[in-house]
């Protein structure tokens, strides 16, 4: 009987190890962080983006696409007038309101422009949410400088992020233009 005792405490602890050891896993979404691929599957360990630092949870985690003429309207908010081209956007919100928002290369091409960011100087990022009809936005960034390069870095440590943000949409908007957007959340095939 003794040994029979001894096998279901061995048995328990184990079982207790085990699900201490998932709870941990599922906290920090998978991730090992300890070198390679992170949870993200992309090589990115989340934490060292950011100094080890996480802020919060990311409620949002998206490339940038590049505004085409031909675009539809976001919440009310049209495509600029011209076509532009990106080398590489991204943005985070994190859940505490922290939203980072970096573009490369958000410049307007030939023929309608001389691929640099034209008189586009500065940009803003504003967050919506839910159905296209609400034209309000959550919260907008204050504006940053953009380089005639289409380079920009918007870090907004004070963003309004609702507790329920259904089908988000970040729109970036050139020289405080609300009305327009240059980029949006999403993807774009070359």
Known sequence: MT???????VAAVMAVAVAV??????GHGGGGGGGGEGHHGNGDRHGDRHGGKHRGNAVLDASLAPSQTTDPAFHGVTPGGVP???????????????????????????????????GVTSISASL???ADSDTTAADT???VPLSQDGNARIEDRTFNVPSTCLA????VHPNGDMAHYIA???WRAS
């Not at 050891?21 to 599922?26: C, K, P």
């Not at 988000?168 to 729109?171: E, M, T």
Request: with cysteine.
């Open 3 to 9: 040994r029979l005792v001894r096998m279901l405490l």
């Open 141 to 143: 960034s204050d504006t």
């Open 84 to 118: 532009w081209v990106l080398d590489r956007g991204s943005v985070e919100l994190k859940a505490k309101g922290r939203l980072e928002l970096r573009v490369r290369g958000l410049v307007i091409p030939p023929p309608s422009g001389t691929g640099t960011a034209g």
């Open 21 to 26: 050891y998932a709870g941990v896993a599922a």
């Open 128 to 130: 919506y949410c839910g």
């Open 184 to 186: 949006v959340s999403g």
């Open 168 to 171: 988000p949409v970040i729109l």
